[in-house]
């Protein structure tokens, strides 16, 4: 069955640093990526998509890399801020249909 | 964008007891989706709601549980019926505009069955 793994541990780093989240998949050929932020007690918020024919994809502090053939992505948030912890998931989606699947998400920790 | 008001947004019920959870969006939308969200866990979709006919519902998941209604393309609403502790959750409404664009989310339904 599809699945997605992304690190259930929590992320803790120091603010300024760069935050680099992961995302694994199996047993899915995704025509796009998404990453979204999730703060407690709120719904999910978009944040990137990148295609499968994309490698990379920038906005603002955030990078996003597709590897279709790792089945992986990574998420980057550079110069963190406190501001920027928050739990962030990962979700793919197929052409043809309109289901997206999610993953459990990261919590990410930035200390002042 | 979507702006998704969802409501209520925390109940504690009874067990036996069913909710009934409102997702209004602030435009008209083709694509509307049921989620669950327990605590640590993905988001897991429950079912498409359709207007005018029956939702799609996903694996797991059965109409006589959930029963969703979609009368128009900005609302719907998703009963959680004969509850048990074991539907303690969070659930979502979420809407998309096109095949591959981003999902607008509601603030969330957390529910707690007692």
């Known amino acids: 069955s599809q699945k997605i793994e992304q690190n259930s541990e929590a992320l803790n780093i120091q603010e300024g640093k760069t935050a680099t989240l992961t995302c694994n998949y199996t047993n899915y050929s995704p025509a796009y990526l998404q990453w979204y932020r999730q703060d407690p007690g709120r719904g999910p918020v978009f944040l990137l998509l990148i295609r499968e024919n994309e490698k990379e994809k920038r906005k603002e502090r955030l990078k996003v890399t597709f590897d279709t053939t790792l089945k992986q992505s990574l998420f980057h948030i550079t110069a963190s801020q406190p501001a920027d912890s928050a739990t962030y998931l990962c979700?793919?989606?197929?052409?043809?249909?309109?289901?997206?699947?999610f993953g459990a998400g990261t919590r990410l920790f930035v200390k002042a | 964008s979507a702006v998704i008001s969802q409501k209520p947004s925390r109940d504690i019920c009874q067990r036996g007891t069913s909710l009934t959870i409102q997702c209004q969006v602030d435009?008209?939308?083709?694509?509307m989706f049921w989620y669950r969200q327990q605590p640590g866990q993905s988001l897991t979709l429950i079912a498409t709601a359709n207007q005018g006919s029956e939702a799609t519902y996903e694996s797991g998941f059965v109409i006589d549980k959930f029963p969703i209604s979609r009368p128009n393309l900005t609302f719907s609403t998703l009963t959680v019926s004969n509850m048990s502790p074991e539907d303690s959750s969070i659930y979502l409404c979420?809407?998309?505009?096109?095949?591959?664009?981003?999902?607008?989310f509601g603030q969330g339904t957390r529910l707690t069955v007692v």
């Open positions: 979700a793919l989606g197929g052409t043809g249909g309109f289901k997206t699947i």
């Open positions: 435009s008209q939308v083709t694509m």
């Open positions: 979420s809407v998309r505009t096109g095949g591959d664009t981003e999902a607008f």
